[in-house]
């Protein structure tokens, strides 16, 4: 299977940066788009940037202009560089990714595959 194992969470004041990183690894074929969504406490899963495997991004509203998706395809590593961070931006990070398995190479079925999650803190 497919494993996402994200890092760079951390605690960071008001105004500060941190650069999240996530590696897909396992029986890959291809990695398709990927992503980044965060969870803050009581609120619901939302999607903070994605980015298909040609490059190109989509953003929240609430992200543009601070964050910036980018990937490392010969890696399967997608990075989250955040500048400009605000307390809002608090929550656990999830790394998100649509695989094709190397035992799937025939009929290239995409899954859908989630990491663990790293918490993010961002102090006023």
């Known amino acids: 299977q497919v494993q996402l194992v994200e890092s760079g969470g951390g605690l960071v004041q008001a105004g500060g940066s941190l650069r999240l990183s996530c590696a897909a690894s396992g029986s890959i074929f291809r990695v398709n788009g990927m992503g980044w969504y965060r969870q803050a406490p009581g609120k619901r899963r939302e999607l903070v940037a994605a980015?298909?495997?040609?490059?190109?991004?989509n953003y929240a509203d609430s992200v543009k202009g601070r964050f910036t998706i980018s990937r490392d395809n010969a890696k399967n590593t997608v990075y989250l560089q955040m500048n400009s961070l605000k307390p809002e931006d608090t929550a656990v990070y999830y790394c998100n990714a649509d695989a094709i398995l190397a035992s799937d190479v025939v009929l290239r079925r995409t899954y859908n595959y989630w990491g663990q999650g790293t918490q993010v803190t961002v102090s006023s």
């Open positions: 980015i298909t495997s040609g490059g190109s991004t």
